[in-house]
């Protein structure tokens, strides 16, 4: 498969990469063999293949590497944009009906659907939370492999507090019986493309027992681990009332020994210094999800801290805490956030539209222990792609918009990105079919 499209990827947080009239080639397995100029690589033996990829005859053609978003809610998706002042009584409220509905072979439109608008956003590899359910996470897994794309799934296990009817002990038996048997069905399957993650909920909803038992499944099975971890300040409560022994939030995950290079932590937003020391040392990752945060009230995450502490960052949706799966308004939260941060602290340092696309791609990559697979456009990486019409990012059509740098390209691409530009989706070099 060849591309020929302008080039755009991030490998690091202060490098653009940007080929204006690129070449990509992919091979039979789905490896880029070749990215570059096509001054330097357009041959006549190229020439003469196949046309791979109909763009519209007025696109401007941008390849990027997928979108990697590191932290969502399937089964919330129909729940978007609820208001509600904080996380807790919003979670009651309307997200434990919408996962308590979420059983059953009749969520398969639901789930497709749910799908087609990840790729719709350029969404290339998703790490998810399905709802308590077996035959429902089961069912997500299929789909994902019927539509191509990347993904890591996991039920939601939960002991106390739980929306499933059974009493504690059994609920967590029940839940740990169901998760190794997922965990051993789908991590790696779909030729590594499916990955399982053991996914406790929150220590506000778990036993030490149950989270226990969770990590224990994770080292037997080799698949991974997310939760979320301090990301309002009523839930940091709550977790301190129910493990008083702990020192911290983070404490109770450490004991649980939920931390450890496989583990991704949703929010991460009020730690204490020895709380990063925690996370960092034991090579825990963070999903940064900044429309969440702001659409729940629960705060503004010191994304540098996390950083200079060295624990790995991407960035995540968080449907629906978040209101939307669209990366790029992701990407815009990341960066308005750090610079509200900064009007009240010069000292913050700005997080810049690069560096905001390498959190969602090179960031993610590597906060999911994939970076030598996916996130930029190397030779040598699986071809997860995004092929979009930059003139539909531009206002009027591009008409007036003359052809700019790579800077103002990411830049335009953040604040103006969307569904309405992506013209293609590919997973390891396969088109993801999309209805
Ligand atoms: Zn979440």
Same mark, same amino acid.
Not at 159 to 166: K, R
Not at 244 to 248: E, G, K, W
């Given at each position: 498969m060849i591309i020929r499209a302008s080039l755009l990827d991030a490998p690091t947080p202060d490098t653009l990469r940007f080929v204006e009239d690129g070449i990509l080639i992919v091979d039979h397995t789905g490896t880029i063999t070749t990215s570059g100029p096509a001054s330097e690589l357009l041959t006549e033996a190229l020439l003469t293949e196949d046309e791979v990829f109909d763009a519209p005859k007025d696109a401007r053609l941008l390849c990027l590497p997928g979108l990697i978003d590191l932290h969502t809610h399937l089964p919330q998706y129909p729940v978007v944009a609820r208001c509600e002042e904080a996380l807790l009584p919003w979670l009651k409220r309307h997200i434990f009906p919408a996962e308590l509905d979420f059983q059953g072979p009749g969520q398969r439109s639901l789930i497709e659907a749910f799908f087609d608008e990840l790729l719709a956003n350029g969404t290339t590899t998703a790490v998810l939370y399905a709802a308590v359910w077996e035959d429902s996470t089961a069912l997500a897994f299929e789909i994902a492999a019927e539509k191509g794309i990347r993904a890591v799934i996991g039920k939601m296990m939960m !002991?106390?507090? $739980?929306?499933?009817?059974?009493h504690p002990a059994e609920a967590r038996r029940k839940s740990l019986d169901e998760t190794r048997r997922l965990a051993e069905q789908w991590h790696g399957a779909n030729n590594g493309l499916l990955d399982y993650t053991v996914s406790p909920r929150f220590a506000v909803t778990c036993s030490m027992e149950l989270m226990k038992e969770a990590a224990a499944i994770a080292a037997d099975t080799g698949c991974l681990i997310q939760t979320h971890l301090s990301e309002n300040t009523a839930e940091i409560a709550a977790v301190r009332e129910r493990f008083? !022994?702990? $020192? $911290?939030y983070t404490d109770v995950y450490r004991e649980a020994g939920l931390l450890g290079p496989r583990s991704i932590f949703g929010h991460a937003i009020h730690l204490s210094d020895r709380e990063l020391d925690l996370l960092a040392s034991s090579g825990s990752r963070v999903a940064h999800c900044p429309t969440a945060n702001l659409f729940l009230n629960s705060g503004l995450c010191p994304l540098h801290s996390l950083r200079q502490a060295g624990i790995p960052v991407g960035l995540g949706s968080d449907v629906a805490a978040g209101p939307e799966l669209n990366l790029w308004q992701v990407m815009r939260s990341a960066i308005e956030t750090q610079a509200v941060r900064r009007m009240q602290d010069g000292s913050i340092p700005v997080l810049n539209p690069a560096d905001a696309l390498y959190l969602a791609t090179m960031g993610g990559a590597t906060a999911l222990g994939k970076d030598h697979l996916i996130g930029s456009l190397d030779p040598g990486k699986e071809a997860d792609l995004l092929l979009l019409d930059l003139n539909r990012v531009l206002p009027l059509g591009g008409r007036f918009s003359p052809p700019s740098d790579a800077n103002a390209i990411a830049t335009a691409l953040v604040y103006r990105g969307g569904p309405h530009a992506t013209l293609a989706t590919f997973t390891r070099g396969r088109r993801n079919s999309r209805r």
């Open positions: !002991d106390e507090g $739980s929306y499933g009817e059974a008083p !022994d702990r $020192s $911290s």
